[in-house]
């Protein structure tokens, strides 16, 4: 039991311990640790117990955090929790607690670089089906290697950061040539993102066995997408400005230790992947997702039921021996489950804007200006409990 008592079922309690950096006034942005509805500083804590890594703790990102390795890490972790469940520390941890509320939430790491993938079965057969009636759901190589596509680093930003809806040229199906202008189809993509802490040379592969050597955490992940100019841009090289105006990440890094009681058998893959491919552990993860559209639950994607695990996404990102660096962001791909309500795209939700849904009382295809979508996760935790995921909220500007 910690000496700070925290309402039962916080999913902010001793078993999840995020990381993120924070800022109070005057700015002066840190590491902090969040527990139950409290960020510690774990940069004073540090310095004021002589912890080797104060100076770690006292960066803007997490990035000389993840630096240290997994096994550093850790034992970080185990210190960390010492803070909160030795009561001889409360004199020395108090005085360092802010309340989330009083506190700025940055984004946690520098990104290094980003890739998204396309992992969920449901997801890549809803929008086979809506952008490519007359074709096969699945592309030809899907069920044998996770398809992803290179993001834009630089537009990665922290949860709260406003979206200005993107311009750019699209061509509707109905229309005979193409126009500029504010996209007409903005989307949300609710999906799960993983950091990389331990970088690799130039050349290396990174096993599916390695995965936890080199991933560091776990955030939820919002890839923005405008339909319009995405439908219109896509083929053959995949997606480019319909994305990279904005991709909106929680500011909580849950570190993997927090997930080892979430992980589950991953669904059965037929055919057998090749063997770079072969996960003989696994960590899907058991995560519920929650989409709400100003302040309405939409959805509820279920991340076990992604086809691609996250070890083999990192194994295929490296199978040509391209490197990871510190501070590499890797996302899911959109999340859906089999069921309407699993949907993790409002493209899917309204089925390509033909089956508007009812959202606040309004009936809804796609993001109209002042729009928030907030998206959030539990997973379940050590001993019963329960591992909470800041939520990635952001709010549609009209475009300018
Ligand atoms: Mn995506």
Redesign the pocket.
Known sequence: MSWLDLPPGSPYGIETLPYGVFSDSPDSPRVGVRFGDQVLDLAAVAEQTGQEHADVFAQPSLNALMTLGTTRCSEIRSWVRSLFLDRSRQEIVSPHLFAVDDVEMRLPIVVADYV???ASESHASNVGQIFRPDSPALPASWKHLPIGYH?RAGTVVVSGTDVVRPCGQRQAPTESAPTYGPSRRLDI?A?VGFVVGTPTRLGDRVSTADFGAHVFGVVL?N?W?ARDIQAWEYVPLG?FLG?SFATSISPWVVPLDALAAARVAPPAQDPTPLEYLADRDPWALDLTLEVEWNGEVVARPPFASMYWTPGQQLAHLTVNGASLRTGDLY?S??VSGPERGQRGSFLELSWGGTEPFEVAGAQRTFLEDGDTVSIRALAPGADGTTVGFGAVTGTVLPAR
Request: charged fraction near 35%.
């Open positions: 998204d993938f396309y993001g993509e999906e992940v890839d997408s997606p994305k996302a791909g959109t």
